[in-house]
Nanobody, 127 residues
Framework: QVQLVESGGGLVQAGGSLRLSCAAS????????MAWFRQAPGKGRECVAAFRWSGGSTRYADSVKGRFTISGDYAKNTVYLQMNSLKPEDTAVYYC????????????????????WGKGTLVTVSS
């Protein structure tokens, strides 16, 4: 059973920063893509950033480009989401997810297709 455990959420003022962590129990994640989704109150779940272990490729939603950075520490089986210049609209529960991605170019972060999910961590940005 693969487990993804998020941490690092909390309350921060607008303009501040937070770093989320996702620790994965699976040790053979080379061909997996790791993604951070978020779900704001009353809204659907959206992918804000994705990263593939093999090659380190990344993708970002337009709403977070230039402010969020996704990265991975293979030795620790941990993926990070560094969030800077936070805005009140970034308030959401942030979920870590993993999906097999043999081809990065043809892979897309579809909520229904993700293989594994964490339980989420709440990020609240006050104005």
């Amino acid at each position: 059973q693969v487990q993804l455990v998020e941490s690092g959420g909390g309350l921060v003022q607008a303009g501040g920063s937070l770093r989320l962590s996702c620790a994965a129990s699976l040790r053979t994640f080379s061909w997996y893509a790791m993604a951070w989704f978020r779900q704001a109150p009353g809204k659907g779940r959206e992918c804000v950033a994705a990263f593939r272990w093999s090659g380190g490729s990344t993708r970002y939603a337009d709403s977070v480009k230039g402010r969020f950075t996704i990265s991975g520490d293979y030795a620790k089986n941990t993926v990070y989401l560094q969030m800077n210049s936070l805005k009140p609209e970034d308030t959401a529960v942030y979920y870590c997810a993993a999906d097999y991605a043999a081809s990065w170019s043809s892979w897309s972060a579809e909520e229904d297709d993700m293989d594994y999910w964490g339980k989420g961590t709440l990020v609240t940005v006050s104005s």
